[in-house]
Nanobody, 116 residues
């Protein structure tokens, strides 16, 4: 059974930093891509950043230069370092993992709140 466990959300003042982590277990067929999405109230879920097994990354324009995604292939973990946080970064953040068969899995979400 695949399980994604997220940690690291919380409340921070604008300009501050947070680090999100996600640990994947039960991945029988290996992991292709790992990503973070976010969803603010009343908004659609959007891609924040993704990283494939070779290390290539994609970032949303709104977070480029402020957020960094990284992964540990040996531990099946993905992290999101978020710096210079803004109130508009406030959202529930979700870990997303795609296995070698392109099946995707979601974490339960962790709340990030940035106060002005």
């Amino acid at each position: 059974q695949v399980q994604l466990v997220e940690s690291g959300g919380g409340l921070v003042q604008a300009g501050g930093s947070l680090r999100l982590s996600c640990a994947a277990s039960g991945m029988l067929f290996g992991i292709n891509a790992m990503a973070w999405y976010r969803q603010a109230p009343g908004m659609q879920r959007e891609l924040v950043a993704s990283i494939i097994s070779g290390g290539s990354t994609i970032y949303a324009d709104s977070v480029k230069g402020r957020f960094t995604i990284s992964r540990d292939n040996a531990k099946n973990t993905v992290s999101l370092q978020m710096n210079s946080l803004k109130p508009e970064d406030t959202a529930a953040y979700y870990c997303n993992v795609q296995d070698a068969w392109r099946k995707t899995y979601w974490g339960q979400g962790t709340q990030v709140t940035v106060s002005s």
